[in-house]
């Protein structure tokens, strides 16, 4: 069992701060899906899908992480290193834009360090 509290309260908040980063990279989707469409004709809206289901796992796997943060530190590290990766991707494809996205990552990846370096309980 781990000591800390670190990885879930930042696993918590980190998926609580997904959720509007992943409308932002929704909406940053569309324009993009938009301009495609303008000048190509192709309407599939691959971008708006793809950050919409992006951010959903991340936000899972958050919970996830934070949840499995006392009874298994390194599932619960490799979730919420695995919801920072997210995090980044979506922070890279809104042209590092969105605050949400930097603030998700920065949250995961400090919880998911902590997960994976914690000393456990015997």
Same mark, same amino acid.
């Given at each position: 069992m781990g000591k800390s509290n670190v990885p879930m309260i930042m696993g918590i908040i980190g998926s609580c701060c997904m959720l509007p980063a992943t409308i932002y990279g929704m909406i940053c989707g569309a324009v993009v899906d938009t301009a495609d469409a303008l000048s190509t004709g192709d309407t599939s809206g691959d971008f708006t899908?793809?950050?919409m289901i992006l951010g959903i796992v991340a936000i899972i796997l958050g919970i996830v992480g934070a949840v499995k943060g006392k009874s298994s530190p390194k599932v619960s590290g490799i979730c919420l =290193? =695995?919801?920072a990766i997210i995090a980044f991707i979506g922070w890279w494809g809104t042209a590092f834009s969105s605050f949400f996205h930097l603030a998700s990552l920065v949250l995961f990846v400090i919880g998911g360090i902590v997960a994976l370096?914690?000393?456990i309980n015997d």
């Open positions: 899908g793809m950050a =290193i =695995i919801s370096t914690q000393k």
